[in-house]
């Protein structure tokens, strides 16, 4: 069960690091208490965990569940996105519940929608001319501009590398 912080010292701890007062927040949304999670993402988050927060958000609504995406800024990461809920809501604890669930049986919760972020994360230029693949060595990559071209790989440091 995900864990609920009101009143408690996990409520006092994320206060003290990001200012954010839990209770406050809850009292704000007339909810009873706040949960946070399942998952999370931040200015540093790569494609798997940019895609589960995106599919846990998609479950949220259609689930009618009643959450937040609350984001602050942390010294480390830049920004920090959370998933905060009614944790007094069956209906959204059910969903929450049914999304740690999938994810303890596998870290994915959507795999086309996973295969198509770490696309765009390693062609952030699309297929344009002048667009570079940022995927790594072991990657198959076929990308090809609007002219069948295929795009040419990029190191990190921007510097040209083989196929």
């Known amino acids: 069960m995900p864990a609920i ?3 408690t010292d996990t409520a006092r701890a994320v206060a003290r690091e990001t200012g954010w007062d839990l209770d406050e927040y809850a009292v704000e949304r007339e909810w009873s208490a706040v949960g946070l999670g399942p998952v999370g993402r931040s200015r540093d988050s790569e494609a798997l965990e940019t895609s589960n927060y995106r599919t846990a958000v998609a479950i949220l609504t259609d689930a009618g569940a009643r959450f937040d995406e609350p984001t602050f800024g942390h ?5 920090v996105g959370e998933i905060a809920y009614d944790a007094g809501d069956p209906a959204t604890v ?11 049986a596998y870290p994915c919760l959507d795999e086309q929608d ?17 667009a570079y693949c940022y995927g790594s060595r072991d990657d198959d990559c076929h990308a ?3 002219f069948g071209r295929i795009i ?3 190191d990190d440091r921007g ?5």
Do not use: L
Not at 75 to 79: E, S
Not at 94 to 104: D, K, L, Q, S, W
Not at 115 to 129: F, K, L, M, V, Y
């Open 75 to 79: 010294w480390a990461v830049g920004w």
């Open 94 to 104: 059910a969903a929450v519940e049914g999304i740690t669930a999938r994810m303890a």
């Open 114 to 130: 996973y295969s198509a972020q770490e696309w765009t994360d390693n062609h952030p230029n699309g297929t344009r001319i002048g």
């Open 144 to 146: 090809t501009d609007d």
């Open 152 to 154: 040419p790989r990029r």
């Open 159 to 163: 510097r040209f590398t083989r196929y």
């Open 5 to 7: 912080a009101t009143h």
